[in-house]
């Protein structure tokens, strides 16, 4: 009944839509909205249930009779409780935090499986071995095993085993090789197996030294692309002996500016021969390396010993300079080990260190060389020069000293034997030094504090050596009260270079090209002026030279030479940029004036050219020269034909 109702209300409603015109008698109900809550619409017309809506007014629902709608009351549903919709919400809200912590379990359960080792392939289960003696010998064998036992339950591939050894680790071939790290592969390793791989190695260190060999694996699993990585505790051992052994010998105390010498003894521990054994001393700052004895290999601080045995230590005798202040102290280091294969003047193990202390003392004596009066450890002299040398030691100790001798050794390009003169003392000409002793100066039997003695000798250089250098080397030795560690024989040293610079000359010509000689008052006499530059010993640069021409002289603007030459007619003065001049080379610049003498010049001789100034810088002792001329007159040379007194002006006929 209740669906034939619908039905029949609808279709009235359907009609009246489509109608045309308006029906007179159809009441518009107007409804109120309500925001208050939400309300569920139905899906369609059949088994429509309304929801409860809570509304600030009644709904009206419109009822059609006989034909019109007529509003009534409205009818009583049934309405769902608004408590029902929270228990739902609590219920999906249990399910979703059951499936969360469902999942959190497999996670935590599938983590502590493969971490515990559940899983098919484990590191785990591979267990990894190293075995080996605590201690060995330097130089000697150090032999072990590695065993690696497979305990998954499936086999490993592309297995590899590798070995890092410490520095100094030779292999145990005919040609030794330096070993840093070893890779042996193993390739499969079935389930359950056990490898054991023996191993040796020689091993180089100091005494005492720690050491440690480590191993790893490297594997793969079937199926996978990926490189897995066991390692296992490495092996730790001493060095309880050193194949090599390094004593220094050397005194504790010495002067500043004193040469000495320290001896390094290198003695083999080892019954069979070390060969190829590098030595390596390492200098402070305040340490001149001068000679060594045998001379070093590489450098000045690397000596390779062949051969070192047992019977036959190698000795190696270093002289040098130490320089500081009073109770400064210094050290020298050595070290001795087995040469890196790549590379023979590097150290690959070390087998013994040593080293010496040195502390500074206040010298005994000071010195001092001085060359003609100059006292700069680099003195310039002009080739030619008398050379005077000086040398003055003075006691600066409180106590005395005794017995001083000294010694020098004049040296270089510049030292000719022959033009040696020497004041009390004795050239040694096999020896090639000078020597002043107490038999040729008794006052070199003791000298009190504060004294002091000079030692001369006089040199005469060549003019003509190019580069030519003298070096004077001294060296005083004395004796003074024994000292516990201490050298009895006190040695000072000092040195300077004396450096021949060139000595460059200015030459001219004069020579008559047209007109009166002598020359005659009112008329013009043309002459040609040469020029000529001389460089001297060694080579010059930057060579120029200037002068000028008096007012009655006329500049023709003709010349010939090599070099620039610039001619300033306000100044009259004339510059000629030579540039370069060789050693004992010669440069010339010929260029043509004019002179007409004034009746007032009458008489004398008239200047053509002003002084010339010649200036240039010494290649080799890198110092400025000079040299200038005279001014050039009228006068012509005699060898020309001319007569005596042919530059005087005369009066016109």
Do not use: C
């Amino acid at each position: 009944m209740a669906d034939m109702r619908e039905r029949e209300q609808l279709e009235a409603l359907r009609q009246r839509l489509y109608e045309r015109g308006q029906d007179k008698n159809f009441i518009s109900v107007r409804h109120e909205l309500s925001t208050t809550a939400p309300a569920d619409v139905a899906r369609g017309w059949v088994g429509m249930t309304a929801t409860p809506v809570r509304t600030s007014a009644p709904i009206v629902t419109p009822v059609m009779r006989a034909g019109e709608l007529v509003a009534t009351e409205p009818e009583t549903a049934a309405l769902a409780s608004d408590a029902d919709q929270p228990k739902r919400r609590r219920y999906r809200a249990v399910i979703l935090l059951s499936t969360l912590a469902l999942f959190v379990m497999l996670v935590g359960a599938s983590s502590l499986y493969l971490f515990f080792g559940g899983n098919q392939i484990s590191g785990r289960n591979i267990a990894l071995v190293i075995s080996g003696p605590n201690t060995v010998a330097g130089g000697d064998r150090l032999q072990f095993q590695v065993d690696v036992t497979n305990n998954n339950a499936v086999a490993i591939e592309g297995a590899t085993l590798i070995i890092n050894y410490p520095p100094g680790t030779q292999s145990v071939e005919d040609t030794p090789r330096d070993l840093f790290e070893e890779r042996i592969p193993l390739e499969t390793i079935v389930a359950g197996e056990l490898r054991t791989i023996p191993l040796q190695a020689v091993i180089f260190g100091e005494e005492n030294q720690a050491k440690e060999v480590k191993v790893s694996i490297d594997y793969r699993v079937t199926g996978s692309n990926g490189t897995f990585f066991k390692e296992a505790d490495p092996l730790a051992f001493t060095v309880n002996s050193s194949p090599l052994s390094l004593r220094v010998e050397s005194v504790e105390k010495v002067s500043s500016g004193q040469e000495f010498e320290l001896k390094l003894v290198v003695t083999s521990n080892a019954q069979a021969p070390l060969s190829d054994v590098l030595v390596t001393a390492t200098y402070p700052d305040s340490f001149r390396f001068i000679r060594a004895k045998p001379e070093p290999s590489f450098r000045d601080n690397q000596w390779l010993l062949k051969a070192v045995t047992n019977q036959d230590p190698q000795e190696i005798i270093v002289r040098g300079v130490a320089s500081g202040l009073s109770n400064d102290a210094f050290i020298v280091r050595f070290q001795a080990g087995t040469p890196r294969s790549d590379n023979q003047f590097m150290v690959g193990s070390v087998l013994a260190q040593s080293a010496t202390t040195f502390t500074i003392e206040q010298p005994f004596v000071a010195m001092e060389i001085s060359v003609n009066a100059d006292t700069d450890a680099d003195v310039v002299l002009l080739a030619g020069s008398v050379t005077d040398v000086t040398v003055t030691v003075t006691n600066t100790h409180s106590e005395p000293v005794y017995d001083m001798s000294m010694r020098v050794s004049p040296k270089g390009t510049g030292f000719r034997e022959s033009l040696l003169r020497v004041t009390d003392g004795f050239y040694d000409s096999v020896n090639k030094e000078i020597r002043w002793e107490v038999a040729g100066m008794s006052s070199l039997s003791k000298v009190l504090p504060g004294e002091r003695r000079e030692f001369r000798f006089q040199l005469n250089s060549d003019t003509e050596l190019s580069t030519a250098a003298l070096t004077v080397d001294a060296s005083v030795f004395a004796r003074r009260v024994n000292e516990a560690n201490v050298s009895e024989e006190l040695i000072g040293q000092a040195e300077t270079v004396v450096r021949y610079a060139s000595v460059p000359t200015v030459g001219r010509q004069i020579e008559r090209l047209t007109g009166p000689v002598p020359p005659v008052a009112n008329q013009e006499t043309l002459y040609t002026i040469t020029l000529e530059a001389a460089g001297g010993a060694n080579d010059l640069s930057g060579a120029t030279l200037v002068t000028s021409l008096p007012q009655y002289v006329r500049w023709l603007d003709a010349y010939e030479g090599t070099g620039q030459v610039s001619y300033n007619p306000v100044s009259r003065e004339l510059r000629w940029n030579i540039g370069e001049i060789k050693a004992r080379a010669r440069t010339t610049l010929a260029f043509q004036v004019g002179i007409t003498p004034s009746v007032l010049q009458v008489g004398s001789t008239p200047v053509m050219m002003n002084r010339q100034e010649l200036t240039a810088t010494d290649r080799f002792t890198g110092t400025p020269l000079r040299a200038d001329a005279a001014p050039i007159t009228t006068e012509l040379s005699p060898e020309s034909g001319f007569d005596q007194y042919n530059g005087v002006v005369v009066a016109t006929p």
